[in-house]
């Protein structure tokens, strides 16, 4: 996040993660029974993965990582050299 937190879930935006989220950020607007403004959409700073250790690696580093440690199971249709979640299982 732009203030510095990592914030993490098992898969990007799950429960777990989405509570943590709302209890430090806040729920935001919502209009007509929809949600309009979460006000963490607008302090992502960057998306990514964090190992056993608690380090944090953006996408294009953890693709490296994961490559070099054979974790790469799936070509999902995106391009070499960011990894997404979905390239690990």
Request: charged share 25%; with cysteine.
């Amino acid at each position: 996040m732009n203030d510095g937190s990592i914030i993490v879930g098992i898969r990007h935006y799950s429960p777990e993660m989405r509570a943590t989220l709302t209890k430090i950020y806040g729920k935001g607007i919502k209009l007509f029974n929809w949600w309009i403004r979460k006000p963490y959409h607008l302090r992502v700073k960057q998306q990514g993965f964090v190992d056993q250790f608690g380090r944090f690696y953006n996408r294009e580093d953890a693709w490296k990582l994961a490559k070099e440690k054979g974790q790469i199971r799936n070509k999902i249709g995106c391009p070499d050299g960011t990894l997404f979640s979905e390239h690990l299982f």
